[in-house]
DNA sequence: GCCTTCAATTGACTTGTATCAATTCACTGC
DNA sequence: GCAGTGAATTGATACAAGTCAATTGAAGGC
């Protein structure tokens, strides 16, 4: 594995805080490997022996239940995923798949496990990396089970904004019909919300969204930060963990005067 | 607190493996409380000072949004909640309320959050027991995604015949208003899905459901392992997590001849 | 005893979403 | 260049679920 890749597994916040002991014994059986786009990685209710780690491109999780199938998370580099069937040494209750050319580091899950044995921070940050992971999936239940698809839809356009600091023109990183699978909609329907948001001043060129109205925007979305977590990503902030404390400091301060960026809450400067 | 109390609190997974010290360092400034039924705990948007953990009684956990109110949860005794907030020192995303009278040990975050770096044993079995939530979380994404709602109906039924290790007549622990919300529809849906089980041997007769035709009700209900957790609750398993690990070795051992119990798994007996 | 209250049910209707089919569009390979 | 593939869109229709309103039913208070 290249140096810098092994920088970037350790700015993981998973790996940051621990001992160099304890990194040295979880990544001693890690290795790197590359696979093309549309790859299996996993397939539900397989036994999970690696901790993957998502260095370069795109996977999608999702599970099938009678021959339909439903996209549940979409992750981007650096994270991680099926950490708690690592932890549980458990059958996975997702699928992994590869969207575009993927980097993946695979590091055994006894390692992980025995690293959490030996170093309590080590465990600590599995820990929170866990409680980030499960706030994200009651932010996803609340979501469903309260909004609408245009709802749906008109607040993912938002909380994109909001994570890539971008204006008013927000890029989609993915294929809409799997997009359209993530919020829980036909591609047919997706296509019916984005003409609905028209009213509001969205309007969709491929993956180019333009915000004309973000207000209007607004005032239908009624985005909520006990679903909608619109913490920077990149940066300071790149794990569910990180983004779920940034959001309480902001609520806590009013959602507006709060932290500006992660480091002003992470650390005292 | 009385000492049966404290023993049961012990019982629990989560601090059934700790040093006797770490468990008193959680458990020091830990308070017993009575609540009356219909009181709010804990509000979404509120800071998370305690850790809770349900003695008697039945809670519910719920979301808001735009008037609207969903059920995320229903706990029942003994159980944790709030877990992932308390470690990450992190705002509410749900709100608490007692379903009727309970009986609730509140130990102080700062206290979990100390003993999770002094004991990594408690550490590792707060990352079980998160891990475990998440999973339950997993569950009920895609059963929502991939499921209409006499379907989840249907399932809801052969899982609590599964939990409650009850034969052809189930119980149902909760008000139907409160049950359709958990499965995410309206009371008047529930009473329509009710009606349609008819078809395949379900008879209501206000809590008591009987189950005339279980074969019939599987094959419309589908249900699946990767969906739907049927380890027998109480005895062994009591978190989440421990379902889990049952799941996972149920479906091993082809989900027939697997393990007849708990332990059969957790020990080597 | 009766009255109140609220949960549960039932029917009529509206809205939301999925499905099916046809067409357009963009990219890829030859 | 052009055909072929699959994604995206659009329209017509069917089905699922929510809403509104009225009724029944059961538990608790006086």
Same mark, same amino acid.
């Given at each position: 594995m290249r140096a810098c890749d092994m920088d970037r597994v350790k700015g993981l916040p998973l790996f940051a805080e621990i001992a160099a002991d304890t990194f040295r014994v979880a990544t001693a059986g890690a290795h790197l490997q590359r696979f093309p786009a549309g790859t299996m990685l996993l397939l539900e209710g397989d036994p999970v022996d690696f901790l993957y780690v998502l260095l370069d491109g795109q996977v999608e999780l999702h599970?099938?239940?009678?021959?339909?199938?439903?996209?549940?998370?979409?992750?981007?580099?650096?994270?991680?995923? /099926?950490?708690?069937?690592?932890?549980?040494?458990?059958?996975?209750?997702?699928?992994?798949?590869?969207?575009?050319?993927?980097? /993946?580091?695979? /590091?055994?899950?006894?390692? /992980?496990?025995?690293?959490?044995?030996?170093?309590?921070?080590?465990?600590?940050?599995?820990?929170?990396?866990?409680?980030?992971?499960?706030?994200?999936?009651?932010?996803?239940?609340?979501?469903?089970?309260?909004?609408?698809?245009v709802e749906r839809l008109a607040n993912y356009l938002l909380t994109l904004r909001a994570a890539d600091n971008s204006g008013n023109v927000v890029r989609l990183h993915h294929e809409k019909r799997v997009l359209a699978s993530l919020l829980g909609m036909t591609p047919e329907n997706l296509s019916r919300a984005f003409s609905a948001l028209q009213a509001v001043g969205v309007n969709v060129q491929g993956a180019v969204v333009t915000l004309s109205n973000v207000v209007a925007l607004e005032a239908l979305a009624k985005p909520d930060p006990l679903i909608d977590n619109h913490a920077p990503r990149g940066g300071d902030i790149v794990a569910e963990a990180d983004a779920e404390v940034w959001s309480s400091e902001w609520n806590r301060a009013g959602g507006v005067t709060g932290p500006r960026t992660a480091s002003a809450g992470k650390r005292n400067d």
């Open positions: 599970g099938t239940w009678n021959d339909h199938e439903t996209v549940l998370a979409i992750l981007r580099p650096v994270s991680t995923f /099926i950490l708690a069937a690592v932890v549980l040494d458990a059958d996975a209750l997702m699928s992994a798949r590869t969207l575009e050319r993927c980097e /993946i580091l695979m /590091i055994p899950g006894d390692a /992980i496990r025995t690293a959490m044995r030996l170093d309590p921070r080590f465990a600590m940050a599995v820990s929170r990396d866990l409680a980030g992971c499960y706030r994200g999936l009651v932010r996803t239940v609340k979501n469903h089970k309260l909004r609408n698809s």
